[in-house]
């Protein structure tokens, strides 16, 4: 019989541990360990706590044949017991085992330790399992075992530590480390015991130091919701979404908060009566509101940026706010495991094909970005996997890790609540599995055996069609992508979409339209905002309720125009991204909530009251002014610098002297604090007095749509001239080699931001010959185009090397 060595200390407070102790007290609490030795001094919060070890719970099992009975029962799954039935017999083992007397009187001991220290008799703290295999850069899954809130004097102590390491063998985490190759005997528990926060009066939440949805690595999304942190991150509630921008975060006198989503946050978590928690309604009063203030985001923002740096990998992170206090704590920290491995080099998406795209029955948050199919599965609460056909469409309210084996069955997930940090987003984004989350009604409308196809690859709303649509799936290794002397941009209008396509070798963005933000985030016509008395009720309701807590409704629109344009900005730093103010048609603005009064009926819109013609007109100078605060807070207070504005439709010189002033007045000064102005070359007489706009404007972009139908005189919606309608007409050509012969004789540089490179090599070949600086196109797009860019000037070159000559078109 072999000797028990029995362990010098059985408990090891969280000072005295580091990330290096993992095999003796799990990923979990030696994280935390790191973070109260090596970050204390940065600021970092960390509650109070320590932990058993891992030699502690091996001395466990030595007693009474626990080991040995444990064994037995893990050997019967290779013989076809169900993980079920083992999973219950081994934890029967482990509750019926009472913990080693030395061992309890350590954890009591600590505890009184911990009392003292906070000055109360029995402190709440929270008890949570750490394996020894967990939170691993290589091996991490959410909520393998189990965590226990808000216990309070040693009786619940002691039972919860028990509970802990019974969770060691729940059927998801047996499952998980078979899938592993983890043996289940090597792996150990380590309970950690840490002083509890009152966020149960606050508010509390996760981190991720990048975007956890595309895993655009420059921001650090903070995720909020009020009262304790589990409704966080089950997926219970829609939470607040702050994300800060890494590379202005380090500029004190800059404003890092580049986007904000305000939460439903319909329920929260607090403490129940009888020591344990329970779930409420969230008065009306907190729903609306912010959990965090700009402050006290940018503090989580900088202590996540700090624990980043220090263990050199993104981070995701837990956080509370205490509400006596009102400290913010880091509760735990863990490396992020599933964007963080991605290849970043590979671009793989999805695309719905059917034609037209019908419209979707659920809509919610979209997670991932691929596209699943196959009957709906509507479940109240997990079932045996032989009852979930594999494939199947997971259709339930909200998830926890006792769904992750039915989980990994599904072709796609769908939930009524979470958010992007939920326990059904994690889960999903590390199988692989498109879910769609926080639909609200996804269990009501979606009925079993329904076919339905789910897509998240339409930007950051994930949607559920009926039937089963066609799709097609690429893969392009960016890697394989060839250099050019031309500069190969994006068209970007979405801005949930910007950060999805961070990997692709783009020079900037050559386009980013301010009406689509408009149209989708702001929803509501500047004039209307500022000009109330001339609406109905109706409309003035709904602006009201839209508006709500903002006294300065104008305000309302800078705010969510400014963040539109900056997570796009954000997401090319630090190279250019060219915004195009608003250039809605009469017919388009007066569709906008509040619309109709401020804009007048046009005979043709195409060629109306439109561009540059709206900014100094009264009837719009106001909205236009808007829209210049909107520019001049993320250039100059959110510090987005490469942002260069464009003008668009500017028919005249003195239309542009106009406009160039209006902006002036309103902060936006040409040449200050780097600002670049361009205008958009899509009028005749943009290339007929070249050097004369080149004096006013930076640059040029062609926007090859109007160039060709104010060159050719067609409507270009007009189906009757349809066929006339081509940008590869000659004089178009023409007009664009003269363009950038005259631009380039006075220095200025020229673009062209059309859709037509995109659909057309040989049209991208008239460009480079042309010597345009720039080409945008979308970016499903951009791989192609930049192919045929490199062909082009490959063969260009070529025709230089044989022959001198003049024109190139």
């Not at 005295?16 to 102790?21: A, F, N």
């Not at 528990?189 to 002083?195: F, P, T």
């Not at 740096?309 to 006596?324: F, I």
């Not at 045929?788 to 000559?805: I, R």
Request: aromatic share 6%; charged share 25%.
């Amino acid at each position: 019989m072999s000797t028990i060595r029995k362990p010098e200390s059985r408990v090891v407070p969280f000072t005295v541990l580091g990330r290096k102790d993992v095999d003796r007290v799990g990923g979990k609490n030696a994280s935390l360990g790191e973070l109260t030795t090596r970050l204390g001094a940065a600021g970092i919060h960390v509650p109070p706590g320590f932990a058993t070890t891992a030699e502690a719970y091996r001395e466990l099992l030595a007693g009474h044949g626990l080991r040995e009975g444990i064994e037995e029962q893990a050997g019967r799954l290779h013989d076809g017991t169900p993980l079920e039935e083992v999973g219950a017999a081994i934890r029967s083992l482990l509750l019926a085992e009472p913990l080693p007397e030395l061992l309890r009187d350590e954890i009591i001991g600590a505890y009184r330790q911990l009392a003292e220290g906070c000055g109360r008799t029995d402190p709440d703290v929270a008890v949570r399992s750490s394996a020894t295999a967990e939170d691993l850069p290589e091996a991490s899954f959410a909520g393998q075992q189990e965590t226990y809130l808000n216990v309070r004097g040693v009786d619940r102590l002691v039972d919860a530590c028990r509970r802990c390491y019974a969770s060691l063998f729940t059927d998801r985490a047996i499952d998980y480390r078979e899938r592993m190759g983890y043996d289940h005997l090597t792996v150990a528990l380590s309970v950690g015991i840490q002083l509890m926060v009152r966020s149960d009066l606050a508010g509390a939440g996760v981190v991720f130091t990048l975007d956890p949805e595309s895993g655009f690595p420059e921001v650090i999304v903070v995720s909020a919701a009020w009262g304790l942190g589990e409704t966080v991150v089950s997926g219970q509630v829609d939470p607040d979404e702050y994300t800060v921008f890494k590379p202005t975060l380090r500029h004190p006198a800059l404003d890092p908060l580049i986007d904000l989503r305000i939460g439903a946050k319909r329920v929260k978590a607090v403490y129940a009566e009888d020591g344990l928690t329970r779930t409420v309604d969230t008065p009306d009063t907190e729903r609306g509101a912010r959990v965090l203030d700009d402050a006290e985001v940018r503090v989580l923002a900088e202590w996540a940026a700090a624990v980043e740096q220090h263990y050199g990998c993104p981070m995701d992170l837990e956080w509370a706010k205490d509400g006596l206090t009102g400290e913010l704590w880091i509760v735990q920290a863990r490396p992020e495991t599933v964007q963080s491995r991605r290849r970043t080099t590979t671009l793989r998406r999805c695309r719905l094909t059917a034609t037209p795209v019908p419209s979707p029955f659920v809509e919610g948050i979209a997670v991932g970005e691929a596209i699943g199919q196959g009957p709906v599965v509507a479940l109240d609460a997990p079932v045996d996997l032989d009852r979930f056909p594999p494939g199947g469409v997971l259709v339930t309210a909200v998830t926890d890790p006792d769904w992750e084996p039915v989980m990994k069955r599904a072709s796609a997930i769908v939930t009524d609540h979470g958010g992007r940090t939920s326990h059904a987003a994690i889960v999903s984004r590390e199988l692989g599995v498109p879910a769609v989350v926080g639909t609200g009604d996804g269990t009501r409308l979606l009925h079993d055996g329904m076919p339905v196809t789910v897509s998240c690859a339409e930007g950051e709303r994930g949607r559920v069609y009926e039937g089963s649509l066609p799709y097609e799936e690429t893969e392009t290794d960016l890697a394989d992508l060839p250099a050019t002397r031309t500069h190969v941009m994006l068209n970007l209008a979405d801005p949930s979409a910007a950060f999805r396509w961070w990997r692709l070798p783009a020079d900037g963005v050559g386009l980013a339209r301010l009406e689509f933000i408009v149209a989708h985030q702001v929803k509501v016509h500047p004039m209307a905002l500022l000009h109330p008395e001339r609406l109905d009720a109706h409309d003035r309701h709904l602006i009201e309720r839209l508006t709500e807590g903002y006294p300065d409704r104008g305000q309302y629109f800078v705010d969510r125009l400014a963040r539109g344009i900056a997570r796009i900005a954000a997401s090319r730093w630090p190279a250019p991204v060219i915004v195009r103010t608003s250039d809605f048609k009469t017919n388009e603005y007066a569709r906008l909530l509040g619309g109709r009064p401020f804009e007048p009926d046009e005979a043709n819109p195409m060629i109306g009251w439109r561009g540059a013609s709206r900014y100094y007109s009264p009837g719009y100078r106001e909205g236009f002014a808007l829209e210049c605060r909107a520019l001049r807070k993320v250039r100059d207070e959110m510090g987005l610098t490469n942002v260069v504005v464009m003008i668009p439709f500017c028919r005249t010189l003195g239309e542009a002297d106009r406009v160039l002033g209006v902006m002036a007045e309103e902060g936006l000064v040409r040449g200050e604090n780097g600002l670049h102005v361009y205008v958009m070359a899509e009028i005749p007489a943009n290339i007929i007095l070249a050097e004369e706009f080149a004096v006013r404007f930076d640059g040029f972009s062609i926007g090859s749509n109007d160039l060709t139908q104010l060159t050719l005189g067609i409507d270009r919606d007009s189906e009757a001239l349809a066929h006339v309608f081509d940008e590869r007409d000659p004089a178009v050509v023409r007009s664009i080699g003269l363009l950038a012969a005259r631009a380039h004789a006075v220095d200025r540089p020229v673009g062209l931001c059309g859709q037509r490179p995109s659909d057309d090599p040989g049209f991208t070949a008239l460009l480079v010959r042309a010597r345009l600086d720039s080409i945008s196109v979308a970016p499903d797009s951009f791989p192609t185009v930049k192919r045929t860019v490199a062909e082009a000037e490959s063969a260009l070159d070529e025709a230089v090397a044989a022959v001198s000559y003049g024109d190139p078109l």
